[in-house]
């Protein structure tokens, strides 16, 4: 066994895998960075349709440390991604210290709390701790139906080009973004292209008046106020979801992830893409709808979303309720010692903005973990700090927390000090370590 007690283990090289990496390039904290993959970008190197445009805008998706070449459009494509992943690698010298090809399958605390770290090839190592960046666009969540679909029957995550469509009838289930990306890519090269929605859904141009609609609300606009500008603007600007044949949102604006697509609404004017109910049941080639009504279709498609999962860590070790890992301040499992999950939120718009700043928090909870003695989850707990009970992150309130929190966090030294002889305290119950792997 390697011993590499001196550092972390980064695990995975997506942007919040390189993102963390920068951050503690720069706070000088020793760390090793592996990825199953040959090359970085995560999801978007093997993960995402080689059509992909993100919908947030280079603005509001590039990390400010390092912002996206002036050249690219408003809404970059897959490759552009790609490519601006890569030469923030090299800008900041993150190859160095990444190895490819090297998948982590088992990573366990140890009984001081140091990591032991399986890799695929039989090689084990171990760190002082484990930082989790293994992204949250990979286990895919597929709905549950009465029958059997006798045609293809697969995830968004499986679909890569235009060429799966033609000549298909296609379902597509899910009223995403990667749902509405696929149905109007449907629209334009299968039979039929047909977009199931279990309920209403909030959906947004991709810009309003020449902006990005990501931009247009500003980080001092009341969290009210936006949702009433919002809603006039695309009153004025689409008229009632009813006039497409969708069915009304059934939550406000901002309470789920709202789809941000401007082509949706233009094929199903243009009869190019035909709205339909949930899913009833499903008998060979047929899909029954809700409302009775059946049609015949070549592939169903499922947007269904993806779960939040770390396999290689012991089960039970992060909690995730829904689509929420129970994590204090967003990184810090409870109960636990040296291993910390980042990017498994889901801001309104792109991940550079807040990245960056959650990365730098991190680097400084590391340097103050080796300052105490009880583990910062611990601090945590005893000192009232609430798990999330949802996914999604206002990015404006995000970043106005994290900008106190760089300045409030020293004062959890003085907590722990405080904490190290209190009762309460005593009666926790760390996570216990099971056998080494």
Wanted: charged share 20%; hydrophobic share 40%; proline share 8%.
């Amino acid at each position: 066994m390697s011993h590499r007690l001196d550092r972390f283990l980064v695990i995975g090289a997506g942007p919040t895998g390189l993102v963390v990496a920068r951050a503690l390039k720069q706070a000088g904290i020793p760390y090793d960075q592996v990825d199953a993959d040959d090359d970085v970008g995560g999801n978007w190197r093997h993960g995402v349709y080689t059509t992909a445009h993100i919908i947030s805008s280079r603005r509001t998706t590039s990390f400010p440390e390092y912002p996206m070449p002036a050249h690219y459009p408003d809404f970059p494509s897959r490759a552009q991604m790609l490519a601006y992943l890569c030469d923030y690698a090299r800008h900041f010298g993150l190859y160095a210290h990444i190895e490819f090809r090297k998948e982590v399958v088992a990573a366990s605390p140890l009984a001081d709390w140091s990591w032991q770290v399986k890799l695929a090839d039989g090689e084990q190592r171990q760190y002082k701790g484990v930082i989790v960046c293994n992204g949250h666009h990979w286990d895919r969540r597929f709905p549950t139906y009465p029958g059997t679909f006798m045609g293809e029957w697969v995830h968004s995550k499986d679909y890569r080009r235009p060429e799966q469509l033609v000549g298909k009838r296609v379902l597509v289930i899910g009223g995403g973004n990667s749902a509405c990306d696929i149905a109007s890519e449907a629209a334009r090269v299968a039979v039929c292209s047909h977009l199931s929605l279990r309920r209403g859904y909030w959906f947004l141009p991709k810009t309003m008046f020449g902006i990005p609609t990501v931009e247009m609300m500003r980080g001092w606009i009341p969290v009210p106020v936006q949702r009433a500008v919002l809603r006039l603007c695309l009153r004025v600007i689409v008229g009632r979801y009813a006039q497409y044949g969708l069915p009304e949102p059934d939550h406000r604006i901002f309470e789920r992830h709202p789809t941000v697509n401007s082509e949706l609404l233009h094929y199903l004017k243009h009869g190019r893409i035909r709205p339909r109910p949930d899913v009833a049941r499903l008998e060979g080639q047929t899909v029954h709808f809700v409302d009775g009504t059946t049609d015949e279709y070549d592939l169903v498609v499922c947007a269904t979303g993806f779960h939040v999962s770390f396999p290689f860590l012991p089960p039970g070790m992060v909690e995730v309720k829904g689509s929420t890992a129970q994590l204090y301040a967003g990184m810090v499992p409870p109960r636990t010692r040296n291993l910390y999950i980042f990017g498994t939120t889901q801001p309104r718009y792109g991940f550079g903005p807040l990245a960056s700043p959650a990365a730098d928090l991190l680097a400084q909870l590391l340097e103050l973990q080796d300052a105490m003695t009880l583990p910062l989850s611990v601090v945590f707990e005893a000192s009232g700090e609430q798990l999330p009970t949802t996914h999604l992150v206002d990015p404006h309130a995000a970043l106005r927390r994290m900008r106190l929190a760089r300045y409030l966090t020293p004062l959890l030294v003085r907590k722990e000090r405080r904490l190290r002889t209190s009762p309460k305290v005593g009666a926790m119950t760390m996570w216990m370590p099971p056998q080494a792997i």
